[in-house]
Nanobody, 124 residues
Framework: QVQLVESGGGLVQAGGSLRLSCEASESIFSRRHVGWFRQAPGKERESVAHISWRGDTYYADSVKGRFTISRDNAKNTVFLEMISLKPEDTAVYYC??????????????????WGRGTQVTVSS
């Protein structure tokens, strides 16, 4: 069972930036597909960005050009660099990972392992 711990959230003004980190408790994290999701108050959790074990990436339209997902396999960590933040980016951001051997997916239901989330608040 892999454990995921997110960090890096906080309060930032519109136009600002943050970098979220997702650190895994295992050394084989590099072989898993990983995704970032977010859930705003009163809304359903939504896909934000995903990275395959090979480094292929996918972004939701709402964050393309502003968010960048990357991974440092030596540190068992996946990052989400966020720039030009908007108030509508305010949400709890979750890191999730797929089981080994699974295909890359963007659906929330496809992810087996989840972190507890980190709050991102963007003020206008």
């Amino acid at each position: 069972q892999v454990q995921l711990v997110e960090s890096g959230g906080g309060l930032v003004q519109a136009g600002g930036s943050l970098r979220l980190s997702c650190e895994a408790s295992e050394s084989i994290f590099s072989r898993r597909h990983v995704g970032w999701f977010r859930q705003a108050p009163g809304k359903e959790r939504e896909s934000v960005a995903h990275i395959s074990w090979r480094g292929d990436t996918y972004y939701a339209d709402s964050v393309k050009g502003r968010f960048t997902i990357s991974r440092d396999n030596a540190k068992n960590t996946v990052f989400l660099e966020m720039i030009s933040l908007k108030p509508e980016d305010t949400a709890v951001y979750y890191c999730a990972a797929r089981k080994l051997g699974a295909t890359m997916e963007t659906r929330e239901s496809a992810y087996e392992y989840w972190g507890r989330g980190t709050q991102v608040t963007v003020s206008s």
